[in-house]
Structures are given as structure tokens and as C-alpha cells.
């Protein structure tokens, strides 16, 4: 009987031993990334287009980023160095305005405010700007 069991243990041992040799011969795939470093921000991954292409924009929402380029300029900033998504609000529309730093690569893993001049505009129904908001 000890023999019969030995034999058994020395397959097992064998077989296991083998199945170790093929595991450690193939090739893994790499771990799975962060959610961090998965992350590619991009332009076309949040939507955004730039704001300088009025034309690239729905023609529904071309007075508006019209307007939001206007205020940018108003306020000293370049249109040219945002691109920006359109959506509704309650009181009127709004106007995420992601600017050019937030997609360079050191910003990718940021949270909030991407190279920290991104932020929304808020429109009343009249068009006209009711308040910017920065993102946090």
C-alpha cells in the first residue's frame, strides 16, 4: 500500500511539475493596466471638438460656441486653445470648455481639471452667458 501511494505521489509530483514547465513557457499577457494609465484623454475620447471649427459643430450649436468664443476673447483667452461639447441645462445650455493642456500626456492621469484651465460655460435661454464655472 505504501508503495502504491508513493508511486501516486510521485505521479501527481510529475504531472504538477510538467504542467509548471508548459505554464512558465508560454508567454502571459501583461497585467492589466491601471485605471489611471487606461485612460487616453483625448479630444475624440470625451467628444470635444475644437472651438475654433465653429463649422465642426451641429449647426443647432454654432451661435452658441459663437457666443462662448466671443467670451473667451472678451476674457483674454484663445478660442483656438479649447475645444468644447454642447449640452442642455434646466435654464438654458452649457458649454464644457476642455482646454489644449488637458490632453497633454502628464495631465492623462489628473482627475478633475485636466492642466487646470478647463471650465463650463452656462448660458440663459437668451444666449447670453449666466456663469463660468471652473472645474474642481
Given amino acids: 500500500m505504501d508503495r502504491l501511494k508513493s508511486r501516486a505521489v510521485g505521479a501527481v509530483l510529475g504531472?504538477?511539475?510538467?504542467a509548471l514547465l508548459v505554464a512558465s513557457s508560454c508567454q502571459h499577457p501583461p497585467p492589466?493596466?491601471?485605471?489611471?494609465?487606461?485612460?487616453v484623454l483625448t479630444p475624440e475620447a470625451v467628444g470635444a471638438l475644437p472651438m475654433a471649427s465653429v463649422e465642426a459643430f451641429p449647426s443647432e450649436q454654432r451661435d452658441l460656441?459663437?457666443?462662448?468664443?466671443?467670451?473667451?476673447?472678451?476674457?483674454?483667452?484663445?478660442?483656438?486653445?479649447?475645444y468644447g461639447t454642447v449640452g442642455r441645462v434646466k435654464e438654458g445650455a452649457k458649454v464644457d470648455l476642455w482646454?489644449?493642456?488637458?490632453f497633454l500626456p502628464e495631465n492623462r492621469a489628473m482627475a478633475g481639471n485636466p492642466g487646470g484651465r478647463c471650465f463650463t460655460m452656462y448660458f440663459d435661454r437668451d444666449g447670453r452667458v449666466a456663469k463660468k464655472l471652473k472645474w474642481q
Fill in 15 to 18: 504531472l504538477w511539475g510538467c
Fill in 32 to 39: 492589466p493596466a491601471r485605471s489611471h494609465e487606461r485612460r
Fill in 99 to 102: 482646454h489644449q493642456t488637458a
Fill in 65 to 82: 460656441i459663437r457666443a462662448a468664443s466671443a467670451e473667451l476673447l472678451r476674457t483674454g483667452q484663445q478660442p483656438a486653445e479649447f
